[in-house]
């Protein structure tokens, strides 16, 4: 009798956890975080150069962003720009992803969603916000009249995410990252040309407005590219929890009341 009950709990703790977006074991082994950790040397300052072997000149090390840029600003279209991005051999997070998470929705809608970064079922799928937050998001641009299925552009809503790859482990992405991509999202927004941004989560807000803090950030319209932005909980968040829901259909109303030319 115990032996089933331990097993039942065992799995009820996966579950739980897989819940919560854990899609890979750590190690094997127990690590001990008590353990006093090594003191870390002090970091040199190093030449922005690459060693090379010894009578032969070291190479300037690759400025990822301003590549970015250049690959990103001779993209005269969406297609084109997807490409570039596919190509794009500086970012390492496409080494472990299965595969580029562009866009989905309407080109040309009005409303264009920033997401933050591909999670496991976007990654499988190949679109951004597939998952169980992205049916909360259908839900919640549904509630103001918007669809990313619409026939009708002024129906419609754009979605894409600042990372277009996964990211290990469901990791936040970092600074770097970051930086290098966004010169392909400013390209995005002025290929897609919506009059209203929405900065799903805290990295969207980063890349956008360079700036954390939803909970001070949402509510209140900023500006990034020449466009409004209004920054909202992530629907992740929402998911994790529902008594925020309540800013974020005030949040929403706010969206729809510029769509109408209201503020």
Request: glycine fraction near 8%.
């Amino acid at each position: 009798m115990d032996s089933a009950m331990d097993w039942h709990r065992a799995r009820a703790l996966l579950e739980w956890q897989v819940e919560l977006g854990a899609t890979d074991a750590v190690g094997d082994t127990p690590v001990n975080r008590y353990e006093v950790a090594a003191t870390p040397k002090a970091e040199v300052a190093k030449p922005n150069v690459a060693a090379g072997p010894v009578g032969v000149p070291a190479t300037p090390r690759v400025d990822a962003v301003a590549e970015a840029r250049s690959a990103a600003g001779a993209a005269d279209s969406l297609d084109a720009l997807r490409a570039a991005m596919d190509a794009f051999p500086h970012c390492e997070l496409k080494l472990g992803a299965r595969q580029l998470v562009f866009s989905d929705g309407v080109p040309g809608a009005r409303v264009m969603i920033v997401g933050e970064s591909p999670g496991r079922d976007e990654d499988l799928q190949g679109k951004p916000f597939v998952g169980r937050a992205g049916q909360l998001l259908d839900r919640m641009v549904g509630a103001i009249g918007l669809d990313r299925g619409a026939a009708q552009v002024a129906d419609a809503v754009y979605i894409t995410n600042v990372i277009p790859w996964r990211p290990p482990r469901n990791r936040d992405p970092e600074a770097e990252e970051i930086a290098m991509m966004l010169p392909f999202l400013e390209r995005h927004i002025a290929l897609a040309q919506p009059q209203v941004l929405v900065a799903v989560g805290n990295i969207s807000c980063q890349a956008l407005l360079g700036r954390r803090g939803i909970t001070r950030l949402r509510g209140g319209w900023a500006e990034a590219f020449g466009k409004p932005v209004m920054p909202m909980f992530h629907p992740a968040y929402l998911l994790r929890n529902p008594a925020a829901k309540r800013e974020t259909w005030a949040d929403l109303l706010e969206v729809n009341a510029r769509l109408k030319g209201r503020t």
